[in-house]
């Protein structure tokens, strides 16, 4: 089952901020993060583990509440090149490392 | 580089005509997974594989096969497409052997269109 991403599309202006939530209504291992620009291929963003902290990357960080079962990302002060989808990939306990992803956040950053 | 090579990169085929799309990866990896994206759905899992001879069906199956005789390959196969498998498909690959918190390495993606 997949997990549900929220907001479906946002629009940013450079500088602003942005929240994107993913849940999920199983019990989870882990989470992972990955960026799509328009026609390429994922990119990996980070992955925060069952117990793990808080973990960051430049400007991009991401929490895990896994009594909630629930994982957000949070961009700052957001740049042009933050633009694309963002999808979630969630991995259950037991899950032989089967990762299933959301539907995909689409953030567009306009100047 | 490490890296994971899918090939080919676009294919137009008619509806019936078996295909089969390549995966490569250069890193070792035990893991490897096959994805299909459509707009608004994300990426579904098609199969995959924990390792040589070892492999799982996903979230949509239907109509895919696959195989895993080399630890470096996974193709996917068609036998018989249909136009609802239209789609921008990836292969990934992951390593196992540093626990669960390995990433997925994704290739750089094969659009198919079937008419």
């Known amino acids: 089952q997949q997990p549900v991403q929220s907001p479906q599309a946002v629009i940013l202006r450079e500088g602003e901020d942005a929240v994107i939530n993913c849940s999920s209504s199983k019990a989870l291992y882990s989470v992972h993060w990955y960026r799509q620009k328009h026609g390429e291929a994922p990119v990996f963003l980070m992955i925060l583990l069952k117990g793990g902290e808080q973990k960051g990357h430049e400007k991009i960080s991401a929490s895990f509440n896994e009594k909630k079962q629930q994982s957000s990302l949070y961009l700052t002060a957001s740049q042009l090149s933050y633009s694309g989808t963002y999808f979630c990939g969630t991995e259950r306990p037991g899950g032989y490392q089967k990762v299933t992803f959301g539907t995909g956040t689409k953030l567009q950053v306009i100047p | 580089e490490a890296q994971v090579t899918q090939n080919p990169r676009y294919l137009i085929t008619v509806t019936g005509k078996k295909l089969t799309v390549t995966c490569s990866q250069n890193m070792n990896h035990e893991y490897m997974s096959w994805y299909r994206q459509d707009p608004g759905l994300g990426l579904r899992q098609i199969y995959y594989s924990m390792n040589v001879e070892v492999t799982d069906k996903g979230d949509v199956p239907e109509g895919y096969k696959v195989s895993r005789k080399e630890k470096r390959n996974f193709p996917l196969i068609l036998e018989s497409p249909s136009p609802n498998q239209t789609s921008l498909y990836f292969c990934?690959?992951?390593?196992?052997?540093?626990?669960?918190?390995?990433?997925?390495?994704f290739g750089s993606g094969t659009q198919l269109s079937v008419l």
């Open positions: 990934a690959s992951r390593g196992l052997a540093g626990g669960t918190n390995e990433k997925l390495f």
